[in-house]
C-alpha cells in the first residue's frame, strides 16, 4: 500500500506570495491533518478535515486554510507568506476514528525569503 | 490544554547500548503514539499506545494512564535509530498535541 505523497518537497516563496500544498493519503484513509514544525514551536497542529469537513483547527491565522476533496486528497494555502511560515509542512492520514494511528508524510519544506 | 513533557531533551549512546525514553502528560487520555523523526524529516509512527505493553522488535513501550506517562526502551541501539523520538497524546475529540521530543544520537 503506497504511503501518505506530499507534494511539492520543497518550495522557495518570497513574503507576500502564496503557496499551495498537497497531500494524498493512504487509500482508504478518510481523515488527513496538517502540521507545521520548526525548530522553535516544535510540531504544532494546523487542521484535520474528515470526509471534506474541517473537523478541528489550531491556532493559526486565517492566512492558513485547507480543504479536503471527495477522494479524500487534502490541500493546505498560506496566502501573504510571511518570513516565520518557513517551515517543514506535514500531512498525515488515518483511517479516521479518534484512536485511528497517524501515518506522516515526508513533508513540504517551505522556505519564505 | 493537555501538555506533554519529554525527557531526556538529548541522548548520546554508544551503539549496542539502552535507553529509556520518557513521556509524561498532564491529564487522562485516550490516545498515546510514539513518533521516530529520522534526519530525513520522516516521521514513522512506531506504537498506539493509550494503555498497557507492546513490543516490536527492539523497540517497546510502556504507559501507565493512571500515572500519566509512557516509557519507551530501544535496546542494543543502532546508527538507524538516531534522529528524534516524538510522544503524542490526545483526550478524545481534540488533535494530538506533540511533545518537544528527544534527540537520540547512537555512535558507531
Known amino acids: 500500500k503506497a504511503g501518505v505523497t506530499q507534494t511539492p518537497r520543497y518550495l522557495i516563496k518570497t513574503r507576500g506570495q502564496q503557496v499551495t500544498l498537497s497531500c494524498s493519503p493512504i487509500?482508504?484513509?478518510?481523515?488527513v491533518s496538517w502540521y507545521q514544525q520548526t525548530p522553535g514551536q516544535g510540531l504544532q497542529f494546523l487542521f484535520e478535515?474528515?470526509?471534506?469537513?474541517?473537523?478541528n483547527k489550531g491556532n493559526f491565522p486565517g492566512r492558513f486554510s485547507g480543504r479536503q476533496f471527495s477522494n479524500s486528497r487534502s490541500e493546505m494555502n498560506v496566502s501573504t507568506l510571511e518570513l516565520g511560515d518557513s517551515a517543514l509542512y506535514l500531512c498525515?492520514?488515518?483511517?479516521?476514528?479518534?484512536?485511528?494511528?497517524?501515518?506522516f508524510g515526508n513533508g513540504t519544506r517551505l522556505t519564505v525569503t | 490544554g493537555i501538555q506533554v513533557e519529554q525527557s531526556p531533551p538529548d541522548l548520546i549512546l554508544q551503539e549496542g547500548a539502552n535507553s529509556t525514553l520518557r513521556c509524561n502528560f498532564s491529564?487522562?487520555?485516550?490516545?498515546l503514539q510514539w513518533f521516530h523523526q529520522n534526519p530525513w524529516g520522516q516521521l514513522i509512527n512506531l506504537f498506539y499506545i493509550p494503555s498497557g505493553t507492546k513490543q516490536n522488535g527492539r523497540l517497546s513501550a510502556t504507559t501507565v494512564a493512571t500515572e500519566r506517562y509512557s516509557l519507551l526502551y530501544i535496546s542494543s541501539s543502532q546508527t538507524t535509530d538516531s534522529g528524534v523520538y516524538f510522544c503524542?497524546?490526545?483526550?478524545?475529540?481534540?488533535?494530538?498535541?506533540f511533545g518537544k521530543g528527544t534527540r537520540l544520537s547512537v555512535i558507531a
Open positions: 491529564d487522562s487520555v485516550n490516545n
Open positions: 487509500s482508504g484513509h478518510r481523515s
Open positions: 498525515a492520514s488515518s483511517l479516521g476514528s479518534f484512536n485511528s494511528p497517524l501515518h
Open positions: 478535515y474528515f470526509s471534506e469537513t474541517q473537523r
Open positions: 503524542a497524546v490526545d483526550s478524545g475529540n481534540t488533535p494530538l498535541v
